[in-house]
């Protein structure tokens, strides 16, 4: 999986463990830990991934790695480079 691909999955699970509290703040879904952590999984490798992309020794500049133009969909904003293969 790619970062971006761990960021949507992270808001998938979140969706999936939406849940309203009740009295003693239990789920109302009996799935909503697993998906609370499975969604925690998936944000901490997408934070780990977004952070390689931030490393300072990487000759190529940002917008020439390829990874960068799928984070950038991922966050709604137009990507870079435009002829960029999705």
């Not at 971006?4 to 789920?27: I, K, M, Q």
């Amino acid at each position: 999986m790619t970062g971006p691909e761990h960021y949507r999955e992270a808001e998938r699970h979140l969706s999936a463990a939406s849940f309203t509290d009740r009295p003693g703040g239990r789920p109302a879904h009996p799935d909503a830990s697993h998906h609370i952590a499975m969604a925690q999984a998936h944000a901490t490798l997408a934070l780990a991934a977004a952070t390689a992309l931030s490393d300072p020794t990487r000759s190529a500049p940002r917008a020439t790695v390829p990874e960068w133009n799928a984070w950038q969909r991922t966050a709604g904003v137009p990507p870079l480079l435009e002829n960029e293969n999705r």
